[in-house]
């Protein structure tokens, strides 16, 4: 789903090309964010598919890209 999201965001085409897990790769992962709503008081709620996109928005201007 995150590579989907990413190119869609992009604007782009994805060629995928699976491989063995490569060194330093986590085959899953789950965010606890826990710890920042109790100490802060502040709890994440931006889609992925928003920051994404914000991402990418952010880099093209950055970098002078469009």
């Not at 995150?2 to 965010?31: C, F, R, S």
């Amino acid at each position: 789903m995150t590579m989907k999201i990413a190119v869609v965001g992009t604007g782009g085409v994805a060629e995928k090309n699976y491989l063995p897990l490569q060194p330093g790769d986590v085959p899953d992962t789950w965010a606890d964010v826990d710890d920042l709503e109790r100490e802060f008081d502040y709890r994440p709620n931006t889609p992925v598919e928003v920051g994404v996109r914000r991402f990418v928005d952010w880099y093209r201007e950055f970098y002078g890209i469009r």
